[in-house]
């Protein structure tokens, strides 16, 4: 797949930025973020130029409500400079049809889709970096991609998008909530290029539909769950994480899920919060106690786990330091593991309730939304399908671990008489 860049500007805000919203000064849950890009890309059928340029034109609007996403970051003063520099828009050229990408027996590797991007996704926190970056992409068929790289300084995901219609008013308080302490950038391995030389990182999709989902489910609910009902997230998870666990069974198991913190905190943190509020809700085994547990025991445990951090979010902001010294010691504790050569960790996080296709940009309902190969070792990210009765599981690892993980996961699924496809 080849993609040619047409086109490069920046787009402004259509009214100037209030001099009092000058200096936007990062929260400490922003600072705690790996230095890298948040990402996504919607598929589309089509779009006409006049569409095209509406779609700049819509840009330009909602940048004064999104301001920071205007503006660029000066990491020695841990604030955002804005002052209407502006999002980048990028148009580039596909030499391939739409549905040779997105069909499901795809001969492009999620690397590939890295391509659709508007910028590596370690380019961030650089006084050039732009905040929020959007490349169109323009296939031989008529098809459109759009790829977006906002920077995790500022945000934690994507902004949701519900089926309810509701206008989105973002509200930018999370300094409010946990005003910065200038930490430094934690070390989470990222770089700002994904040829680093360090290591290679690649990419597998692994997709799930209803009926290997149901019996996953069947499988797991045991006298162990105490007949709680189980998610098909929480399914997905374990069967993910034994197959893992058995890539180097010699070394410990440390899971970090990110909890979405908005409206469970007491006061409650507005569910259009800008920012970064996440939790992480960690689970240990030992090596050996990794190799004793069936898939339906990682299920167990890391439902048992999320449940209890979603439980301890009532307590964040209204016990005193406690919230303090939960997010900042949960977030160094991992940072300190994922440098230890004899514990693997992994990192993981949950999109399949953000509706990406309800994302009508003006071209219509997205027919795929994906994410890439975010370049992190063991980062793995799950997101619905477009019915939205399956999960679409995208595991980063090292190259090296990468065909062990595919034996593995294989194994189990023979094991569980399931189908599954991955790419």
Known sequence: ????????????????????????????????????????????????????????????????????????YM????????????????????????????????RIKPEQLNDLLPCEIGEADEETDPILSVQINKFTCGGLAIGICISHRIVDALVKVDDTKEIISPSFDGPVF??????????????RSSDNGLYNIVCRRLMFDKTAISCLKAGATTAKTGGRLISRVQVISGLIMKAISMIDSTRALFVAQAVNMRERTIPAIPKHSCGNSAALA??????????????????????????????????????GGYGDKFLIDGSHYASEKSLRSDVNVVWMTDWSKFRFYEADLGFGKPVWASVTNVVIKNHVLLMSNKEGDGIEAWVNLEENDMGNFDREINNLFVKLSLDMHAI
């Open 1 to 72: 797949m080849k993609v040619d860049v047409v086109s490069k500007r920046l787009v402004k805000p259509c009214t100037p930025t209030p001099t009092n919203l000058k200096n936007y000064n990062i929260s400490f849950m922003d600072e705690l973020n790996p230095t890298m890009n948040v990402v996504g890309i919607l598929y589309y059928q089509g779009g006409t130029a006049e569409q095209l340029h509406h779609l700049e034109q819509s840009l330009s609007k909602i940048l004064p409500q999104f301001y920071p996403f205007a503006g660029r």
């Open 75 to 106: 990491k020695h003063d841990h604030l955002v400079l804005c002052i209407d520099q502006g999002a980048q828009l990028i148009e580039a050229n596909v030499d391939l049809e739409l549905q040779q990408v997105i069909e499901p027996n795809s």
């Open 178 to 191: 946990f005003p910065g302490k200038n930490f430094p950038n934690p070390e989470f391995g990222t770089t």
């Open 282 to 319: 960690i689970t240990e085994c030992s090596a050996e106690e990794s190799r004793k547990m069936g898939y339906e025991d990682f299920v167990r445990l890391l439902g048992g786990d999320a449940r209890k951090t979603v439980a301890d979010c009532a307590r964040i902001l209204s016990e």
